[in-house]
Protein backbone atom coordinates (compact mmCIF):
# COMPACT_ATOMS: atom_id res chain seq x y z
CA UNK A 1 0.00 0.00 0.00
CA UNK A 2 1.64 3.70 -0.84
CA UNK A 3 0.92 6.12 1.48
CA UNK A 4 -1.57 8.89 0.19
CA UNK A 5 0.69 11.78 0.24
CA UNK A 6 3.52 10.51 -1.39
CA UNK A 7 1.39 9.32 -4.11
CA UNK A 8 -0.39 12.57 -4.21
CA UNK A 9 3.19 14.14 -4.60
CA UNK A 10 4.01 11.38 -7.11
CA UNK A 11 0.69 12.19 -9.18
CA UNK A 12 1.48 16.16 -8.72
CA UNK A 13 4.77 15.12 -11.09
CA UNK A 14 7.34 14.93 -8.68
CA UNK A 15 9.86 12.19 -8.36
CA UNK A 16 10.50 10.90 -5.07
CA UNK A 17 14.45 9.82 -4.60
CA UNK A 18 15.75 9.07 -1.43
CA UNK A 19 18.81 10.91 -0.48
CA UNK A 20 20.66 7.56 1.30
CA UNK A 21 21.71 4.42 0.67
CA UNK A 22 23.72 1.54 2.54
CA UNK A 23 24.33 -1.79 2.44
CA UNK A 24 22.68 -2.63 5.06
CA UNK A 25 19.71 -0.68 3.56
CA UNK A 26 20.06 -2.87 0.71
CA UNK A 27 20.25 -6.14 2.66
CA UNK A 28 17.37 -5.97 5.06
CA UNK A 29 15.08 -4.84 1.84
CA UNK A 30 14.22 -1.50 3.35
CA UNK A 31 15.12 0.40 -0.03
CA UNK A 32 12.65 -1.68 -1.91
CA UNK A 33 10.34 -1.25 1.30
CA UNK A 34 9.95 2.57 0.16
CA UNK A 35 9.52 1.68 -3.07
CA UNK A 36 6.42 -0.20 -2.23
CA UNK A 37 5.18 2.25 0.52
CA UNK A 38 6.57 5.56 0.13
CA UNK A 39 6.67 5.86 -3.99
CA UNK A 40 10.45 5.96 -4.08
CA UNK A 41 11.72 5.58 -8.20
CA UNK A 42 14.89 7.21 -7.69
CA UNK A 43 18.34 7.08 -4.88
CA UNK A 44 21.23 9.53 -4.53
CA UNK A 45 24.30 9.33 -2.47
CA UNK A 46 27.19 11.74 -1.67
CA UNK A 47 30.29 11.53 -0.28
CA UNK A 48 28.91 12.21 3.43
CA UNK A 49 26.31 9.63 2.41
CA UNK A 50 29.15 6.52 1.95
CA UNK A 51 31.08 7.93 4.92
CA UNK A 52 28.32 7.18 7.36
CA UNK A 53 27.29 3.83 6.24
CA UNK A 54 30.74 2.62 6.09
CA UNK A 55 31.52 4.24 9.76
CA UNK A 56 27.80 2.18 10.51
CA UNK A 57 27.37 -1.59 11.89
CA UNK A 58 29.26 -4.53 9.84
CA UNK A 59 27.55 -4.63 6.68
CA UNK A 60 30.94 -4.01 4.70
CA UNK A 61 32.72 -6.50 6.76
CA UNK A 62 33.26 -9.35 4.13
CA UNK A 63 33.76 -7.04 1.33
CA UNK A 64 37.01 -5.11 3.21
CA UNK A 65 38.47 -8.71 4.03
CA UNK A 66 38.55 -9.71 0.60
CA UNK A 67 40.07 -6.41 -0.39
CA UNK A 68 42.48 -6.16 2.28
CA UNK A 69 43.56 -9.96 1.23
CA UNK A 70 43.98 -8.57 -2.31
CA UNK A 71 46.37 -6.02 -1.13
CA UNK A 72 43.65 -3.29 -2.27
CA UNK A 73 44.23 0.28 -2.08
CA UNK A 74 42.18 2.89 0.13
CA UNK A 75 41.27 4.59 -3.00
CA UNK A 76 40.57 1.73 -5.35
CA UNK A 77 38.60 -0.07 -2.07
CA UNK A 78 36.33 2.94 -1.76
CA UNK A 79 35.22 2.70 -5.97
CA UNK A 80 35.18 -1.31 -5.49
CA UNK A 81 32.73 -0.64 -1.91
CA UNK A 82 30.46 2.73 -3.10
CA UNK A 83 29.73 1.11 -6.68
CA UNK A 84 28.74 -2.40 -5.49
CA UNK A 85 26.27 -0.53 -3.52
CA UNK A 86 25.32 1.56 -6.91
CA UNK A 87 24.96 -1.29 -9.05
CA UNK A 88 23.00 -3.03 -6.51
CA UNK A 89 20.76 -0.25 -5.65
CA UNK A 90 20.56 0.06 -9.97
CA UNK A 91 19.24 -3.40 -9.82
CA UNK A 92 16.64 -2.93 -6.97
CA UNK A 93 15.23 0.03 -9.00
CA UNK A 94 15.12 -1.36 -12.82
CA UNK A 95 11.81 -1.67 -12.73
CA UNK A 96 10.98 2.00 -12.00
CA UNK A 97 13.73 2.48 -14.72
CA UNK A 98 11.92 0.53 -17.52
CA UNK A 99 8.39 1.93 -15.75
CA UNK A 100 9.67 5.30 -16.93
CA UNK A 101 11.17 4.84 -20.02
CA UNK A 102 14.34 5.67 -18.34
CA UNK A 103 13.51 8.87 -16.16
CA UNK A 104 13.36 7.68 -13.04
CA UNK A 105 14.92 4.32 -11.67
CA UNK A 106 18.16 5.87 -11.31
CA UNK A 107 21.27 5.89 -8.79
CA UNK A 108 23.62 8.59 -8.37
CA UNK A 109 26.90 8.22 -7.58
CA UNK A 110 29.51 11.06 -6.97
CA UNK A 111 33.40 11.65 -8.69
CA UNK A 112 35.65 12.05 -5.82
CA UNK A 113 35.23 15.86 -4.31
CA UNK A 114 38.84 16.45 -4.24
CA UNK A 115 38.51 16.62 -8.85
CA UNK A 116 35.92 19.35 -7.97
CA UNK A 117 38.54 21.65 -9.84
CA UNK A 118 40.48 19.27 -11.62
CA UNK A 119 38.31 19.26 -15.48
CA UNK A 120 40.10 16.35 -17.12
CA UNK A 121 40.51 14.24 -13.46
CA UNK A 122 36.41 14.85 -12.97
CA UNK A 123 35.96 13.50 -16.92
CA UNK A 124 38.34 10.50 -16.13
CA UNK A 125 36.28 9.37 -12.73
CA UNK A 126 33.07 10.39 -14.20
CA UNK A 127 33.65 7.06 -17.24
CA UNK A 128 35.50 5.08 -15.00
CA UNK A 129 32.18 4.89 -12.11
CA UNK A 130 29.80 4.53 -15.50
CA UNK A 131 32.38 1.41 -16.42
CA UNK A 132 32.63 0.31 -13.18
CA UNK A 133 29.16 0.50 -12.17
CA UNK A 134 27.90 -0.87 -15.50
CA UNK A 135 24.36 -0.30 -15.21
CA UNK A 136 21.72 1.81 -17.64
CA UNK A 137 20.51 3.85 -14.80
CA UNK A 138 23.27 5.19 -13.39
CA UNK A 139 23.65 8.96 -12.56
CA UNK A 140 26.82 10.23 -12.43
CA UNK A 141 26.88 12.95 -10.32
CA UNK A 142 29.61 16.25 -11.22
CA UNK A 143 29.61 19.80 -9.50
CA UNK A 144 28.44 22.57 -11.13
CA UNK A 145 31.84 23.86 -10.52
CA UNK A 146 34.05 25.99 -12.99
CA UNK A 147 35.53 23.06 -13.54
CA UNK A 148 32.67 20.89 -13.31
CA UNK A 149 30.91 22.79 -16.18
CA UNK A 150 33.49 21.39 -19.68
CA UNK A 151 32.82 17.90 -17.32
CA UNK A 152 29.52 17.88 -17.55
CA UNK A 153 29.59 18.71 -21.41
CA UNK A 154 32.08 15.96 -22.03
CA UNK A 155 30.35 13.21 -19.93
CA UNK A 156 27.25 14.02 -21.37
CA UNK A 157 28.77 14.18 -24.95
CA UNK A 158 30.21 10.73 -23.99
CA UNK A 159 26.71 9.39 -23.79
CA UNK A 160 27.07 9.63 -19.58
CA UNK A 161 23.70 10.25 -17.98
CA UNK A 162 24.78 13.13 -15.47
CA UNK A 163 23.63 14.70 -11.96
CA UNK A 164 24.51 18.09 -11.78
CA UNK A 165 25.30 18.69 -8.21
CA UNK A 166 25.79 21.62 -6.03
CA UNK A 167 23.96 24.28 -7.70
CA UNK A 168 23.61 27.38 -5.45
CA UNK A 169 22.62 30.36 -7.88
CA UNK A 170 20.64 31.23 -10.74
CA UNK A 171 23.37 32.60 -13.09
CA UNK A 172 25.28 29.20 -12.33
CA UNK A 173 22.35 26.99 -12.66
CA UNK A 174 22.24 28.80 -16.79
CA UNK A 175 25.53 27.61 -17.34
CA UNK A 176 24.33 24.20 -16.34
CA UNK A 177 21.81 24.03 -19.06
CA UNK A 178 24.16 25.41 -21.32
CA UNK A 179 26.57 22.68 -20.51
CA UNK A 180 24.48 19.92 -21.13
CA UNK A 181 22.66 21.28 -24.36
CA UNK A 182 26.33 21.56 -25.81
CA UNK A 183 26.99 17.85 -24.63
CA UNK A 184 23.91 16.76 -26.51
CA UNK A 185 24.77 18.83 -29.32
CA UNK A 186 28.81 17.46 -29.31
CA UNK A 187 26.96 13.65 -28.86
CA UNK A 188 24.84 14.13 -31.89
CA UNK A 189 28.15 14.86 -33.46
CA UNK A 190 29.64 11.86 -32.42
CA UNK A 191 26.42 9.48 -33.26
CA UNK A 192 25.57 8.95 -30.23
CA UNK A 193 21.73 7.99 -29.48
CA UNK A 194 20.89 11.50 -27.08
CA UNK A 195 17.48 9.55 -26.10
CA UNK A 196 19.53 6.92 -23.90
CA UNK A 197 21.39 10.02 -22.54
CA UNK A 198 19.51 11.84 -19.52
CA UNK A 199 20.29 14.52 -16.43
CA UNK A 200 19.02 16.23 -13.82
CA UNK A 201 20.52 19.24 -11.89
CA UNK A 202 19.95 19.43 -8.30
CA UNK A 203 19.34 22.36 -6.80
CA UNK A 204 20.40 22.81 -3.34
CA UNK A 205 18.03 24.46 -1.07
CA UNK A 206 18.34 24.24 2.74
CA UNK A 207 21.42 26.01 3.25
CA UNK A 208 20.59 29.21 0.84
CA UNK A 209 17.95 29.61 4.08
CA UNK A 210 20.72 28.65 6.53
CA UNK A 211 23.25 31.11 5.21
CA UNK A 212 21.09 33.94 4.44
CA UNK A 213 18.96 33.60 7.64
CA UNK A 214 22.31 33.48 9.85
CA UNK A 215 22.55 37.23 8.03
CA UNK A 216 19.40 38.76 8.53
CA UNK A 217 19.61 37.16 12.21
CA UNK A 218 22.87 39.59 12.30
CA UNK A 219 20.89 42.29 11.34
CA UNK A 220 18.46 41.86 14.29
CA UNK A 221 15.54 44.64 12.58
CA UNK A 222 12.14 43.16 12.80
CA UNK A 223 12.08 43.62 8.90
CA UNK A 224 14.83 41.03 8.26
CA UNK A 225 13.31 39.13 10.39
CA UNK A 226 10.47 38.61 8.67
CA UNK A 227 12.34 37.41 5.80
CA UNK A 228 13.84 34.73 7.81
CA UNK A 229 13.22 31.16 6.19
CA UNK A 230 11.80 32.12 2.76
CA UNK A 231 15.33 32.55 0.34
CA UNK A 232 15.54 29.40 -0.49
CA UNK A 233 12.20 28.47 -1.72
CA UNK A 234 12.18 31.47 -3.39
CA UNK A 235 15.61 30.57 -5.27
CA UNK A 236 14.42 27.34 -5.97
CA UNK A 237 11.13 28.97 -7.39
CA UNK A 238 13.25 30.86 -9.62
CA UNK A 239 15.32 28.14 -11.01
CA UNK A 240 11.98 26.58 -12.01
CA UNK A 241 11.14 29.59 -14.31
CA UNK A 242 14.89 29.22 -15.57
CA UNK A 243 14.22 25.85 -16.26
CA UNK A 244 10.62 26.87 -18.34
CA UNK A 245 12.67 29.42 -20.07
CA UNK A 246 15.05 26.88 -21.02
CA UNK A 247 12.90 24.01 -22.19
CA UNK A 248 10.55 26.69 -24.27
CA UNK A 249 13.70 27.92 -26.55
CA UNK A 250 14.60 26.99 -30.12
CA UNK A 251 17.70 25.11 -29.19
CA UNK A 252 15.87 23.01 -26.54
CA UNK A 253 13.16 22.51 -29.16
CA UNK A 254 15.32 21.21 -31.71
CA UNK A 255 17.47 19.18 -29.42
CA UNK A 256 13.95 17.52 -28.01
CA UNK A 257 13.00 16.86 -32.45
CA UNK A 258 16.18 14.93 -32.20
CA UNK A 259 15.47 12.93 -29.27
CA UNK A 260 16.72 14.57 -26.28
CA UNK A 261 15.32 14.23 -22.76
CA UNK A 262 14.59 17.05 -19.85
CA UNK A 263 17.31 17.61 -17.77
CA UNK A 264 15.02 18.12 -14.86
CA UNK A 265 15.62 20.51 -11.51
CA UNK A 266 16.40 18.18 -9.13
CA UNK A 267 15.34 20.31 -5.47
CA UNK A 268 18.53 18.75 -3.23
CA UNK A 269 19.26 19.38 0.52
CA UNK A 270 15.26 19.24 1.36
CA UNK A 271 16.10 18.39 4.76
CA UNK A 272 15.01 21.44 7.04
CA UNK A 273 17.77 22.68 9.63
CA UNK A 274 15.85 25.21 11.88
CA UNK A 275 13.67 23.49 13.28
CA UNK A 276 11.82 26.53 13.97
CA UNK A 277 10.62 25.94 10.48
CA UNK A 278 7.72 23.45 9.01
CA UNK A 279 10.20 19.96 8.40
CA UNK A 280 8.27 19.64 5.19
CA UNK A 281 9.17 22.93 3.98
CA UNK A 282 11.23 22.03 0.84
CA UNK A 283 8.60 19.17 -0.72
CA UNK A 284 5.24 20.81 -0.10
CA UNK A 285 6.36 24.19 -1.51
CA UNK A 286 8.30 23.17 -4.00
CA UNK A 287 5.53 20.89 -5.72
CA UNK A 288 5.62 21.59 -9.90
CA UNK A 289 5.66 18.76 -12.46
CA UNK A 290 8.76 17.52 -14.25
CA UNK A 291 11.21 18.35 -11.10
CA UNK A 292 12.75 15.57 -8.68
CA UNK A 293 12.31 16.04 -4.73
CA UNK A 294 15.39 13.95 -3.30
CA UNK A 295 15.09 13.61 0.75
CA UNK A 296 16.51 11.81 3.72
CA UNK A 297 14.17 9.26 5.19
CA UNK A 298 13.16 11.77 8.13
CA UNK A 299 11.89 14.01 5.56
CA UNK A 300 10.24 11.69 3.70
CA UNK A 301 8.17 9.98 6.61
CA UNK A 302 7.44 13.34 8.00
CA UNK A 303 5.60 13.63 4.34
CA UNK A 304 4.16 10.65 4.61
CA UNK A 305 2.57 11.53 8.19
CA UNK A 306 1.50 14.96 7.83
CA UNK A 307 2.58 16.62 3.90
CA UNK A 308 0.13 18.70 2.34
CA UNK A 309 0.17 18.17 -1.19
CA UNK A 310 -1.59 21.31 -2.72
CA UNK A 311 0.00 20.62 -6.56
CA UNK A 312 1.95 23.09 -8.64
CA UNK A 313 2.61 25.48 -5.97
CA UNK A 314 5.90 27.06 -8.29
CA UNK A 315 4.74 28.29 -11.45
CA UNK A 316 2.58 31.13 -10.57
CA UNK A 317 4.84 32.66 -7.65
CA UNK A 318 7.93 33.66 -10.06
CA UNK A 319 6.90 37.69 -8.98
CA UNK A 320 6.36 36.63 -4.89
CA UNK A 321 10.09 35.18 -5.29
CA UNK A 322 11.97 37.92 -6.97
CA UNK A 323 10.47 40.69 -4.61
CA UNK A 324 11.46 38.51 -1.96
CA UNK A 325 15.23 38.30 -3.15
CA UNK A 326 15.09 41.79 -3.99
CA UNK A 327 14.02 42.10 -0.15
CA UNK A 328 16.70 40.67 0.90
CA UNK A 329 19.42 42.41 -1.07
CA UNK A 330 17.86 45.47 0.12
CA UNK A 331 19.31 44.48 3.85
CA UNK A 332 22.77 44.72 2.16
CA UNK A 333 22.85 40.98 2.28
CA UNK A 334 24.74 39.82 -1.51
CA UNK A 335 23.08 37.52 -3.64
CA UNK A 336 25.81 36.59 -4.94
CA UNK A 337 28.32 36.35 -2.22
CA UNK A 338 26.34 34.67 -0.43
CA UNK A 339 26.22 31.93 -3.46
CA UNK A 340 29.16 31.30 -4.23
CA UNK A 341 30.52 30.87 -0.86
CA UNK A 342 27.87 27.73 -0.38
CA UNK A 343 29.42 26.53 -3.56
CA UNK A 344 32.77 26.70 -2.08
CA UNK A 345 31.57 25.22 1.48
CA UNK A 346 30.04 22.35 -0.52
CA UNK A 347 33.08 21.30 -2.03
CA UNK A 348 34.71 21.90 1.03
CA UNK A 349 32.46 19.56 3.25
CA UNK A 350 31.94 16.77 0.74
CA UNK A 351 36.21 16.84 1.02
CA UNK A 352 36.01 16.49 4.67
CA UNK A 353 33.66 13.45 4.44
CA UNK A 354 35.27 11.94 1.71
CA UNK A 355 38.73 12.14 4.08
CA UNK A 356 36.33 10.56 6.88
CA UNK A 357 35.79 7.94 4.39
CA UNK A 358 38.96 7.36 3.48
CA UNK A 359 39.84 6.71 6.98
CA UNK A 360 37.39 5.09 7.56
CA UNK A 361 38.00 2.22 5.00
CA UNK A 362 42.12 2.61 5.79
CA UNK A 363 41.38 1.57 9.32
CA UNK A 364 39.01 -0.96 8.39
CA UNK A 365 41.19 -2.97 5.59
CA UNK A 366 44.54 -2.35 8.34
CA UNK A 367 42.19 -4.16 11.21
CA UNK A 368 41.24 -7.25 8.91
CA UNK A 369 44.65 -7.36 7.29
Same mark, same amino acid.
Given at each position: ?48 I??N ?12 ? @? ?6 G ?11 ? &? ?6 ? +???? *? ?11 ? &? ?12 ? $???L ?5 ? +? ?6 I??T ?9 A??SG ?19 A????? @? ?8 ? =? ?5 A ?6 ? *? ?7 D ?7 T ?8 A?A ?12 ? $??A?S? $? ?22 DT??? &? ?6 ? &?????E ?6 ? *??? $?? +???V ?6 E ?6 A ?5 ? =? ?23 K ?11
Amino acid at each position: MTNNNTEALAQAGVSIWLDDLSRERLDSGSLSDLIAERNVVGVTTNPSIFSNALAAGHAYADQVK @ELAANGTGVDEAIIEITTED &VRRACDVL +RPQY *DATDGVDGRVSIE &VSPLLANDTEGTIA $EAKLLHEKVD +RENVLIKIPATEAGLPAITEATASGISVNVTLIFSLPRYREVINAYYTGL @EQALERGVDI =SKVHSVASFFVSRV *DVEIDKRLDALGTDEATALKGKAGVANARLAYQVFEDAIGS $ERAKSL $ETAGARLQRPLWASTGVKDPSLPDTLYV &VDLVAPNT &VNTMPEKTLEAVA *DHG $EI +RGDVVSDSYHEANKLLDAIDDQGI =SYTEVTQLLEDEGVEKFVVAWNELKGTVSAQLEQAR
